[in-house]
């Protein structure tokens, strides 16, 4: 199957076109192994396993700390670890495993993680995003990765079709990085559509809603969870409370909110806000125009959801916010035209294939319109196709994350932070061969890449 390639219609007035030939005037940084754009699960992975292969590997981050959704969109959770069921009496059953778990076991041993929490008819764990940024460090540190934090990517270095390179900005001023190989690990496909690859927004230019996260805490935690129950979903009684304060003037968009425990005393994370455009409209936040109308109205939202929480909810009364995500957390924006992209129907038959990198028994959880909807993979996964990485455009580049060639709905599983980890793992693995044989990323061999992936503690 083939995806069509969609631009949204609203980002006409900005230009992709940053493509410099191989003889460029700009002056050269370095020249290096791989590149890898993006310090999120993705990158992270991908850069740690590479350099303790002995690559030579250059990590490019726009911000100053790693994590990507999971940090600065305070995403806060490891969301595809554990298989859904509605066997009540069932607890969490692991699946996902590699450098998922690895991270995960890295957070635990600092004391930056929960245990398992319900979240409906599965689990997840949420993680403290200073000992998230700690750990990533500590990665890099140890395997040897040269880390740019504050710079972004600009512009690409091509010869045809093949990726050489990537510019770089930064306060400093501009310069370029030579390379082998890329992994765009931005989440946004920032390098594969500068280079002219193809891409595509979602249905039809129609994307998931971005979230504003927040943090509360000097809350009664007995308190609050003795009222809100067990599950990490709000029940029907505190969703009636929420339409009755939101019919009586209040900023409250979302009725059916997620709260979850943190590592920390005292304190919970809030998933609560709905964040569109004027009339409804869709926010891509590739626009920078809809990225601030989102974080504008998400931070307006947060206050508005708060006062809630302290007048309403046990526990709660003198609760107070502790921060916001340092940006509003993106779901969704560009997908890549891959070589084989995840349907839909892959991820509700729990299709599993001899390509297969990387397990998902996260449901189809799609926040498209005015409330959530949530379809479950009971007792089951799927498993990710290799070829959904692999643009079907261009030499020397694959992805990792969200950026993946998936459908709408397919992507709405596939997009969560166990998964990323193992996405940039496979990405590793996968350059890693394509450097030793020569081999496109296309043509590398798939089972040799599982075997190796599965060596390396991937459940496959």
Not at 184 to 207: E, K, L, M, Q, T
Request: with cysteine; hydrophobic share 40%; charged share 20%.
């Amino acid at each position: 199957m083939t995806l069509p390639t969609h631009t949204s219609p609203h980002l006409d007035r900005w230009t992709l076109d940053a493509v410099y030939p191989p003889d460029h005037s700009i002056p050269v940084l370095t020249t290096t192994d791989v590149v890898v754009v993006g310090a999120g699960a993705a990158g992270t992975a991908a850069a740690t396993v590479l350099a303790e292969e002995g690559l030579s590997v250059v990590l490019v981050e726009r911000y100053g700390f790693a994590g990507g959704a999971a940090v600065a969109g305070m995403s806060g959770t490891i969301c595809g670890l554990y298989l859904a069921t509605d066997d009540e009496r069932s607890g969490p059953h692991q699946v996902v495993f590699g450098f998922a778990e690895r991270f995960r076991a890295e957070l635990e041993s600092r004391g930056g993680v929960t245990a398992p929490q319900r979240y409906g008819k599965t689990w997840t764990v949420a993680h403290d995003p200073a000992v998230w940024r700690d750990s990533a460090d500590t990665f890099f540190t140890a395997a040897g990765v040269r880390v740019l934090y504050h710079t972004a990517v600009v512009g690409v270095v091509m010869e045809g079709d093949a990726y050489r390179g990537v510019i770089l900005e930064s306060n400093a001023g501009r310069v370029a990085v030579h390379c082998q190989r890329v992994i765009d690990a931005s989440g946004d496909g920032a390098v594969v559509s500068r280079g002219g690859a193809g891409y595509f927004f979602g249905d039809n230019g129609r994307i998931q809603n971005p979230t504003m996260f927040f943090r509360l805490a000097n809350v009664d935690t007995d308190a609050f969870w003795d009222h809100f129950g067990p599950d990490t979903i709000c029940h029907g009684e505190l969703s009636a409370a929420i339409i009755a304060e939101r019919e009586r003037g209040a900023d409250l968009p979302r009725e059916k909110i997620w709260v979850f425990r943190t590592p920390r005393p005292g304190e919970l994370m809030v998933n609560a806000t709905r964040l569109t455009g004027p009339l409804g409209r869709v926010l891509n936040v590739i626009d920078p125009e809809d990225f601030t109308i989102a974080e504008i109205d998400g931070r307006r939202q947060v206050r508005a959801y708060a006062h809630f929480f302290r007048e309403q909810v046990p526990g709660c009364g003198a609760a107070y916010v502790v921060d916001t995500g340092v940006e509003v957390g993106i779901r969704q924006t560009r997908s890549i035209a891959a070589v084989r992209p995840l349907t839909n129907d892959m991820v509700v038959s729990c299709e599993k294939s001899g390509d297969g990198i990387a397990r998902s028994p996260w449901p189809i959880e799609l926040h498209d319109g005015t409330r959530p909807k949530l379809h479950w993979l009971l007792d089951d996964y799927y498993e990710v196709p290799y070829g959904a990485l692999v643009p079907t455009m261009g030499e020397n580049i694959i992805v990792a994350g969200r950026c993946l060639g998936a459908e709408h709905e397919a992507l709405a599983s596939a997009r969560v932070t166990a998964q990323c980890f193992e996405y940039g793992h496979t990405a590793a693995r996968a350059t890693v061969m394509s450097l030793q044989t020569s081999t496109a990323y296309r043509d590398v061999d798939v089972d040799q890449l599982r075997r190796t992936m599965i060596e390396h503690g991937s459940a496959l």
